[in-house]
């Protein structure tokens, strides 16, 4: 595995066995890992994180993306009516979920067929309890929040970090990682960000420099989850 040119690691990786849920726990899936500590803007995010989403319709095969955001920008849900910011980058997002700003982050993307994940409750948590692992070996005492009804969309806070709906990764408490999905066909793409640390755009939101204690670098949160998916690259691709 290495670099290339545009600062990308692209690798083939083991296949991976889902163990969750219960009723999949015996479904296998062929991953392919992307790292980028190379920053992109919103809008390149975003067209890479689609074409991943076709490409797991296309082949039936699995994608890890970890990657940043290069100028940092806010990006909004595909509904979210409250999507503009003066003055700053923003960019729609192929999923849904109220605006997010993407600055001092680990951005994740997994896009995959459905099939072996089943209901979007169900992925949503997998993915999570993945992403749970990977926090709790850099040291953070985190949990997942139990499942409950989802509001509308127009009674939740502006924030993605404001708000549980049952899933997501939770420090003190408290959302540590924001994510959306989107299903199309027989494919699914789910991306969030995991805060390394805050910045005045963030100033309720959880970081793991809080939960930690200390600076959190985008290579040490990749490896871990890179480990917690058990994807040990095989050859480049």
């Known amino acids: 595995m290495g670099p290339t040119g545009t600062g ?17 726990a015996s479904a296998v899936i062929d991953w392919h890992l992307l790292v980028e500590p190379r920053g992109r803007t919103g809008a390149e995010n ?12 296309r082949t ?4 890890l993306r970890l990657y940043r955001f290069d100028p940092p920008c806010w990006s909004f849900g595909r509904n979210d009516p409250t999507a503009q910011r003066e003055g ?25 067929p459905i099939a072996p994940f089943g209901r979007l409750r169900d992925a949503y948590r997998a993915i999570h309890e993945r992403l749970a692992i990977a926090l709790r070996s850099l040291g953070a ?10 509001s509308p969309l127009h009674d939740r806070p502006n924030d993605c970090f404001a708000e ?16 959306a999905q989107v299903r199309r066909g027989t494919a699914f793409l789910q991306h969030g960000s995991i805060l390394l640390d ?31 998916w058990d994807l040990a690259p095989q050859r480049a691709l």
Not at 9 to 14: F, L, Q
Not at 171 to 178: H, N
Not at 205 to 223: C, D, I, K, M, N
Request: no cysteine; glycine share 8%.
């Open 8 to 24: 990308t690691w692209s690798v083939s990786a083991p296949r991976w066995k889902l163990t969750r849920p219960p009723e999949v």
């Open 46 to 57: 975003m067209a890479i994180d689609e074409s991943l989403l076709v490409d797991a319709t």
């Open 60 to 63: 039936g095969d699995a994608f």
């Open 88 to 112: 700053i980058a923003i960019v729609r997002r192929p999923t849904g979920g109220r605006a997010v700003w993407h600055e001092h982050e680990v951005t994740y993307a997994v896009a995959a």
């Open 141 to 150: 005492d985190v949990t997942l929040a139990p499942d409950r009804p989802t």
């Open 164 to 179: 549980t709906v049952g899933g997501e990764v939770l420090a003190g408490g408290r959302k540590v990682i924001g994510s």
């Open 198 to 228: 805050g910045s005045p755009e963030t100033a309720n939101a959880t970081t793991l420099r809080q939960v930690l204690g200390r600076p959190v670098t985008f290579e040490e949160v990749t490896t871990a989850v890179i480990a917690a």
